[in-house]
């Protein structure tokens, strides 16, 4: 595949929903919640597709769109674990998160890692 859109490596790293205590969303904007496009992912990756059955899709078919994303978040925590033994339990994983985790500090409270209290 070439420069397509790919929802996993975005979720693992840097999209996040923050709410208030009421439910608010507060950050609606693509300025405050960073997607990523297809400049910010390789320019090719390789594909495998193993073909299973669906027992009960029709003729054996089964959707694909969603779950390549499920798996790249902890994939990407345990690859971070494996290499430098930091224990990640939430997402989006960031650089300062691994820093911190490595160090054994606490996240900081900021919009990006908890909602603020109301």
């Known amino acids: 595949m070439h420069r397509r859109h790919d929802p996993g490596p975005g979720t693992a790293q840097c999209e996040s929903y923050i709410y208030d205590g009421h439910g608010h969303l507060l950050n609606p904007s693509l300025t405050d919640n960073k997607i990523l496009t297809s400049k910010d992912l390789p320019e090719e990756i390789e594909c495998i597709a193993v073909e299973t059955p669906q027992l009960d899709g029709p003729f054996g078919a089964r959707g694909v769109g969603e779950h390549p994303m499920i798996s790249v978040a902890p994939a990407l925590a345990n690859a971070i674990h494996d290499a430098t033994g930091a224990e990640l339990t939430h997402m989006p994983v960031r650089?300062?998160?691994?820093?911190?985790?490595?160090?054994?500090?606490?996240?900081?409270?900021?919009?990006?890692?908890?909602?603020?209290?109301?």
């Open 95 to 118: 650089f300062e998160d691994v820093w911190r985790a490595i160090h054994n500090e606490q996240p900081i409270d900021t919009w990006v890692t908890k909602a603020p209290a109301v």
